[in-house]
């Protein structure tokens, strides 16, 4: 079963509108941490957002914030006010297992492709 | 500015060399890194789980004798690609997390082109 499911292949948003990528989760960790990347034409993975399992809030950060439904296992990333620079692939990801031994898997990643 | 540093960018190397990729942990320490591989429009797929000082971890269907992963301090993994084919052409990318784990930084990637 994939450990993190993103659906949406490819998306369109207008500049200066507000765009949600979808991201649902499976683990049986109690404690986990979930994120999501940027990663525009030229490969770097540049980090966006951390949400962990415990976190009461939605995490913020800028422009960006996440939103956990823990019941759900959804941690939808939502893009406030785009800008023609958020064009790029994003990826949500997650970190499980115990102390020492954790690992973060990646879904297949979204297409954002901002229209000015 | 970086926090994870990966050298070199790009390298094209003659199919059957070795080749080794260096990932480096800037102003941290970092006791467990992680080697990824990413073929076009694809996602990241674990290769394996550096550990400082100790053998690496590696997921199933990765060759440890094709890609040999060395994390001998605590700021240095390598990956080295031996015997290289064409095949193994992609762009390979190394993480480390800073204590506690809530961020995890990437390092810029490299390209290996095997002629």
């Known amino acids: 079963a994939q450990k993190i499911t993103q659906t949406q292949p490819g998306m369109f948003v207008q500049e200066k509108e507000a765009v949600t990528l979808d991201c649902t989760y499976d683990t049986s960790d109690p404690s986990y941490g979930l994120f999501w990347y940027k990663q525009p034409s030229s490969g770097e993975m540049i980090f966006l957002i951390y949400?962990?399992?415990?976190?009461?809030q939605n995490a913020t950060e800028g422009r960006y914030s996440l939103n956990f439904q823990k019941a759900r296992k959804s941690a939808n990333l939502v893009i406030s006010a785009s800008q023609l620079g958020d064009s790029a692939m994003y990826f949500c990801?997650?970190?499980?297992?115990?102390?020492?031994?954790?690992?973060?898997?990646f879904g297949t990643g979204t297409k954002l492709q901002v229209i000015p | 500015g970086a926090v994870v540093s990966q050298h070199p960018s790009r390298v094209i190397c003659k199919s059957g060399t070795s080749v080794k990729i260096e990932c480096r942990s800037l102003?941290?320490?970092?006791?467990?890194m992680f080697w990824y591989r990413q073929f076009p429009k694809q996602s990241l797929m674990l290769m394996a789980t550096s550990n400082e000082g100790s053998k690496a971890t590696y997921e199933q269907g990765v060759e440890k004798d094709k890609f040999l992963i060395n994390h001998a301090s605590l700021t240095l993994s390598t990956l080295t690609v031996t015997s290289a084919h064409p095949e193994d052409s992609s762009f390979y990318i190394c993480s480390a997390s800073i204590p506690p784990g809530n961020t995890i930084y990437f390092g810029e990637g490299s390209w290996l082109t095997v002629v």
């Open positions: 102003d941290f320490q970092a006791t467990t």
């Open positions: 949400q962990g399992s415990y976190d009461q």
């Open positions: 990801a997650m970190r499980e297992g115990p102390k020492g031994y954790q690992k973060v898997t």
